[in-house]
């Protein structure tokens, strides 16, 4: 295999384009080629740039630096542009399957099916499975007593990694023996299901596995491709890297293109290492080192960047990293850098938004020099983006939010989603959604009452016919085809001869039409299978793929903007720590090995994979820094001056907060002071002014209380005057301190029933997200205290509180609302339950005292909830864990607390 390594800007598709030349004019067809890349757009930019340099060569002689010594095999390559292959990994596996299907055991038609689909296919089988796993005299029985509750979140996770090995490997440990075969068990299921027809993305990279170990096939193959070129290589998973090791092997020739500098997909499997070792084990071509991007003080500034990441070992290895020339007009444009850190004791949500608001100030004056629609702005997070968005509306910066997070969540996507699902199934909360959507426009009370009746369909027929039969024309329209459903939802009169999209602003209508493009491009067997999707998208932190135009800077995430590039680019929040997601189980990429809590190496492995994700951020950091032509701007907050994420990269640079400040024409550097930031309302801030409403100079009296409150927030508040500081250093969160954390961990652990002396209860305890801010060691000095509290809690069941055993109904953790006056009190009641004919009210503390006078007004707006929603009265009682001790309130003592809240009503 041949390897080269091209750095970011370096020419890496001319390259391609140059090496296509020289096979054709060697004599290979251009048919006889593949080329093969990450993307459908790559590789249609890659099938323009051929057809370009071929009709260039014919029509002049010469294509950059090469030149025309014969024409026909250039004419024939001409003539075989439209039919050759130049498409992703996955197409190039696709049309290699069909060219030897029958010898696979498929329908050359097969279709493809897409993973979200495949994963609820598998996991219909996986419960399967784990049902019949349930019985006792069933052979996967000990395997499913093994893992227990673990057992279908473990394995869906493994799902979701098969492409990280063919098959995963387990060790004689019980534990994991257990995994590989209820997996096998449920895989096998799956495959079945899918049958010949059927080839979702991993099983397409598992079968053209499978091809090349069929001698016929495999000949078949390399008969059809002589030459392989693939673009990308350091973002290929490692199937997909046995896969073109095995091709070459085989007896086609394979040449790879990539820069592990930019390997930055582990999250979708990818793995550099496959890169490494071609390096390893391939022929080294001459690295592309001259960039026709970057600008000279850029190009400086990534040289650094990469060996200061090689040396120290954060990202990439010397090899990987070679150093870059500048050629072609950019070595005559000197451009700019600033690097701006935004440093204080405040919060670090504030320090963002400040830090935001500097960035802004910093492209708007590059707008003197360049387009807005010529610049960007890169975050790690969407969060981050979120910031941003409101600094450049206060700075009155057009901008445009490039495929943003939440695309399904948007309520023009849910009303059309609820809208189908209220067509099926007219008794879920859909058709609630609905009737408050622009579809039916009724007054919340009007929804209301047609919810609460005993048949919704029939109230609505009654009280509202109209709307009743916009109702039925969707429930026509939901049994034919996904497509035309939408089209209907969308394009349909339904009030007053509008459209729903008549109801939208310009983006919202630019996201309903993109919608129903992306339906129509891949259309669903059914309207069931399409709320799946579009509910499973919307629970997915990620799925945004749906972009959104305009003009103005674009704003999206590094991972968004691989290979894209601006004159402008701003690189926002330099200072995110990185964060590692802590598992119950890993998978080894180096073997497919797994490695569950209970196992020995456990520590070890999690180890090794943090250092792996820790490094890939740093490669992150190099495709953000690469992205810009001529002007690079980076901005980073840091609380009390402490580095974190790429800020410590910098910091090893010697560009940190603690550096001096200085200004050249190519080059600033400031460290900017804490100053509180008040942004402008959202709003479009391009709209003309509108003449001024009504009722805008009517005034409301000041309440009480604020619409919504918590009983156990107002406690705190009459106890702590100042607001509680933030703590999670990441998002500006509510501070998790000992006491609150420690509070936190026991009452979930008694809401799951969970016990003090199980090891993997104690373990999903440090797991949870409190736990994060606080050091290993003080970890368990937390877990300890938690486990005192739950024995204490432990003696109390079957004496001073009942067992769970005698409990016939059981509610732990029960929201509650209770409206009141201007107020709607909310909270979480700690546990209601039955025994016998008694019901029962517990608050679970751990205060260091016991003083229930405290908690009245909290137990009250409780108990009132109760008495208001379900009609009883249970017995209150407050349990003091760590003195063992229950303490029961009467209920005339609760009633003078609820005089406070009856007072607001009465006003």
């Known amino acids: ?100 299907a029958p010898l696979m055991g498929l329908d050359p038609n097969f279709s493809v099916l897409g993973e979200w689909e495949a994963e609820a296919i598998f996991e219909e089988e996986l419960k399967t499975v784990l049902y019949l796993a349930a019985e006792p005299g069933h052979g996967l029985h000990a395997a499913g007593r093994q893992l227990g509750q673990e057992a279908e979140p473990l394995l869906l996770q493994l799902f979701r990694q098969r492409s990280l090995t063919e098959r995963f490997q387990a060790d004689k440990q019980p534990i994991h023996l257990a995994l590989q075969a209820l997996f096998d068990a449920a895989y096998k299921r799956f495959e079945v299901r899918l049958g010949a027809g059927l080839l979702p993305p991993s099983e397409v990279e598992r079968r053209a596995l499978k091809l090349l170990r069929n001698p016929q096939a495999l000949k078949r193959l390399a008969e059809r491709f002589f030459v392989v070129l693939v673009d990308e290589f350091q973002d290929v998973n490692p199937l997909q890297g046995t896969y073109f090791e095995r091709l070459e092997q085989g007896g086609v020739t394979v040449e790879v293109v990539g820069d592990p500098k930019q390997s930055i997909y582990g999250f979708r499997n990818a793995d550099v290492e496959v890169f490494r070792r ?26 650094r960047l990469t060996d ?58 590059q707008g003197e020099h360049y387009s807005y629609s010529h610049m960007a702005v890169l975050a790690r997070a969407y969060n981050g983006l979120a910031v941003m968005e409101e600094a450049l509306r206060e700075a009155e910066l057009p901008y445009v939010l490039v495929q943003g997070r939440g695309y399904f969540e948007r309520i023009e996507v849910r009303d059309l989603y609820h809208a189908l699902r209220a067509g099926i199934d007219p008794s879920g909360l859909s058709l609630a959604a609905w009737l408050r959507s622009p579809f039916a426009q009724l007054k919340l009370a009007e929804v209301d009452g047609i919810i609460s009746a005993d048949n919704p369909l029939e109230s609505l027929k009654s009280s509202q016919a ?8 969707i429930r026509q329209q939901v049994h034919g085809t996904p497509v035309s459903a939408l089209k209907f939802l969308i394009r349909e009169p339904f009030i007053a001869g509008k459209r729903y999209v008549d109801f939208l602003d310009s983006r919202a209508r630019e996201n309903v039409d993109a919608l129903l493009f992306t339906v129509a491009e891949q259309p669903p067997g059914d309207i069931e299978l399409l709320l799946e999707r579009l509910e499973l998208l919307s629970r997915q932190t990620d799925a945004g793929d749906v972009p959104q135009s305009g003009e103005g800077i674009q704003l999206l995430t590094v991972h968004r903007a691989k290979g894209l590039e601006w004159p402008v680019v701003g690189v926002f929040d330099l200072g995110r720590m990185n964060y590692h997601q802590p598992q119950s189980l890993y998978v080894k990429r180096a073997d497919g090995s797994l490695h569950h809590q209970d196992s020995p190496d456990f520590a070890e492995v999690r180890k090794t994979i943090k250092a792996q994700e820790e490094q890939e951020s740093y490669r992150l950091f190099y495709v953000a820094a690469s992205r810009p032509r001529d002007v690079l701007l980076l901005s980073g907050s840091l609380k009390n001056g402490k580095a ?38 959202r709003g479009d801030a391009f709209k003309e002014s509108l003449p001024a409403s009504p009722w805008i100079d009517r005034s409301f009296p000041l309440q009480p209380f604020p619409p919504v409150h918590s009983p ?5 508040e009459q106890e702590l005057p100042e607001p509680l500081p933030f703590s999670d250093p990441d998002e500006g969160e509510v501070l998790p301190g000992r006491a609150t954390t420690v509070g936190t961990l026991v009452h979930y652990a008694i809401s799951q029933n969970w016990q003090a002396d199980n090891p993997r209860h104690i373990d999903n305890l440090r797991a949870q997200e409190v736990m994060f801010p606080f050091s290993p060691d003080e970890q368990d000095d937390i877990l300890e205290e938690v486990k005192m509290l739950l024995h204490n809690y432990e003696r109390l069941l079957g004496q001073d509180l009942p067992a769970l055993s005698q409990r016939s109904e059981d509610y732990p953790e029960l929201p509650m609302a209770l409206p009141q006056g201007s107020t709607v009190w909310q909270g979480i009641i700690d546990r209601l339950y039955k025994v016998g004919n008694d019901w029962y009210l517990e608050d679970y503390k751990t205060d260091q005292e016991v003083h229930p006078e405290r908690y009245h007004f909290q137990l009250a707006v409780y108990l009132q909830a109760i008495r208001e929603v379900r009609g009883i009265t249970p017995q209150v009682r407050l349990v003091y864990l760590r003195d063992a001790k229950v303490v029961t309130i009467e209920a005339e003592q609760l009633t003078a607390s609820l005089e406070l809240i009856a007072q607001d009503g009465s006003s």
């Open 1 to 100: 295999m041949k390897v080269r390594v091209a750095s970011a800007g370096t020419g890496k598709t001319t390259s391609l384009v140059l090496r296509y030349l020289e096979l054709i004019e060697s004599g290979t067809p251009l048919r006889r080629i593949a080329g093969v890349t990450f993307t459908r757009k790559a590789a249609d930019e890659l099938r323009q740039r051929v057809g370009s340099s071929i009709r260039e060569l014919l029509t002049q002689g010469q294509y950059l630096d090469y030149r025309l010594t014969k024409r026909p095999p250039f004419e024939e390559a001409l003539r075989e542009l439209d039919g050759a292959t130049l498409s992703t990994i996955h197409g190039f596996m696709i049309e290699s399957l069909r060219l030897v």
């Open 278 to 303: 071609a390096l390893k084990q391939g022929e080294v071509l001459d690295p592309l080192t001259q960039t026709r991007r970057h600008a000279k003080v850029i190009s400086r500034f990534l040289n």
């Open 308 to 365: 200061t990441l090689a040396n120290k070992n954060m990202g990439f290895g010397p090899t990987e990293a070679p150093l870059v020339s500048v050629a072609g007009t950019q070595a005559e444009t000197q451009g700019r850098i600033e690097l701006h850190w935004v440093s204080g004791e405040a919060p670090i949500a504030q320090l963002r938004r400040q830090e935001a608001r500097v960035l802004a100030a910093r492209l708007k004056a």
């Open 466 to 473: 109209e709307v009743f039969q916009r109702y039925e024309l």
């Open 644 to 681: 974190d994420g790429w800020a410590q990269v910098l910091q090893a640079m010697q560009l940190g907060p603690e550096t001096k400040a200085y200004d050249r024409p190519d080059f600033m550097l400031q460290t900017h002071n804490f100053e509180p930031v008040s942004l402008k309302a």
């Open 712 to 716: 156990s927030r107002f406690k705190q």
